[in-house]
């Protein structure tokens, strides 16, 4: 777990490719812990300020976890199976990885005008009351691009 993270350079699309939305989208976040909120940074300087809010010229979005905060049951309650019978119809394991979504077409439109080719995207956590951030862990983000309908 971690407070902040920067992906290698995801690729935008050509000027030529017009699109009508473009979204963000972190796969497997870890909501075992606290909860928080992840700032989502497109192409933030490497030095981006720990206080930078959603103020900054690089702030594109936000997505938010309900964490769990812990496990209090007794050994192996919190363990999310890793095979499931097909024919079991009872509700998803409640610590199964989340999946967000982060609508960041205006943010994109601007960085594909100002002629860039690539970003990185950063991420903050930023937890209430002030408690330890150390709470940011998923296994993918992706940038998904929806095409303009002519």
Not at 9 to 25: G, H, N, V, Y
Request: hydrophobic share 35%; charged share 25%; aromatic share 10%.
């Amino acid at each position: 777990m971690r407070e902040r993270f920067t992906s290698n350079p995801i690729e935008l699309p050509r000027p030529e490719q017009p699109f009508s939305r473009a979204d963000l989208i972190f796969y497997g976040l870890d909501h075992s812990g606290d909860s928080f909120e992840g700032r989502v940074y497109l192409d933030a300087p490497r030095r981006l300020p720990a206080d930078a809010g959603r103020e900054h010229p690089s702030y594109a979005g936000s997505f938010f976890i309900f964490g769990h905060g812990g496990c209090f049951g007794d050994v192996g309650h919190c363990d999310v199976p890793q095979v499931r019978d097909p024919f079991d119809y009872r509700p998803p394991h409640q610590l199964e990885p989340a999946i967000r979504i982060v609508t960041v077409t205006e943010a994109v439109h601007r960085l594909v005008e100002a002629g860039k080719t690539e970003f990185p995207v950063t991420i903050t956590a930023h937890t209430p009351g002030g408690r330890p951030n150390r709470v940011l862990a998923f296994d993918a983000v992706r940038l998904a691009i929806y095409a303009a309908v002519t």
